[in-house]
């Protein structure tokens, strides 16, 4: 091989050796792109999956939760109109008494304390549904209840006709539990009221609505 020919081989090795390297290079760096972008698509792909997942544990915990909570709503605005119920079945049968019992006739008495028994036992129970200020008043008249049956037990039922102008007879004192009682009926009124999402600032829009989605009866 003279000298030309092996200059010219040597050039010719380089030039493919350098066309090798720029070659692998090349391929190399788009492979490596190619991989770059497809784990990007890859890890997009597992992160939408994993976040459209999360969405719908939270849609449904959110469900969940909404009904728990309907369901407790439900059941607390029971438990205020029965409780209120009862109250205004005991609060009737004081007035009845104030008009009759003093005639004579003990058993109105009775039937007021017996009323009063009822309220009692069932607010004891459901006493979570309701606020502490109207427990608080509530426990306050089951005192005087308790005080009251207590002095209905010590007496003769003569002594239990006594009308209200004798301070120290049972009409006297049964007639104490009238404001108690009124006190009690206005906060029940606004304990319900606040749960049907009624206020002062919109109760005839709201009662409208309540009427419409059929809650409360058309024509009150």
């Not at 090795?13 to 492979?31: I, M, Q, Y």
């Not at 972008?37 to 544990?57: G, P, Q, T, V």
């Not at 119920?85 to 008009?99: M, N, P, T």
Request: charge should be neutral; aromatic fraction near 10%.
């Amino acid at each position: 091989m003279d000298w030309n020919t092996f200059v010219t081989t040597l050039t010719a090795t380089g030039f493919a050796s350098a066309a090798f390297v720029f070659l692998a290079k090349f391929l190399s760096k788009h492979l490596l792109s190619m991989d770059l972008e497809r784990f990007k698509a890859d890890l997009k792909s597992i992160n939408e999956k994993e976040l459209e997942r999360l969405r719908a544990d939270l849609r449904i915990a959110a469900f969940q939760q909404e009904t728990t909570f309907a369901k407790l709503h439900e059941k607390r605005a029971e438990a205020i109109a029965e409780l209120y119920a009862k109250l205004v079945d005991a609060h009737s049968a004081i007035r009845i008494a104030l008009i009759y019992g003093k005639g004579g006739q003990p058993d109105y008495y009775r039937e007021a304390l017996s009323k009063f028994r009822a309220f009692e036992d069932y607010f004891e129970p459901r006493k979570i549904y309701f606020p502490d200020g109207l427990c608080d008043l509530i426990e306050q008249l089951v005192i005087k209840l308790g005080l009251l049956q207590r002095f209905a037990g010590e007496r003769a039922p003569d002594d239990l006709t006594q009308g209200i102008q004798d301070p120290k007879g049972f009409g006297a004192k049964i007639l104490e539990l009238d404001e108690p009682v009124k006190q009690i009926r206005h906060e029940i009124e606004h304990s319900f009221r606040n749960i049907l999402g009624i206020t002062e600032h919109q109760p005839v829009a709201k009662l409208a609505e309540l009427e419409k989605r059929g809650i409360l009866p058309k024509g009150r």
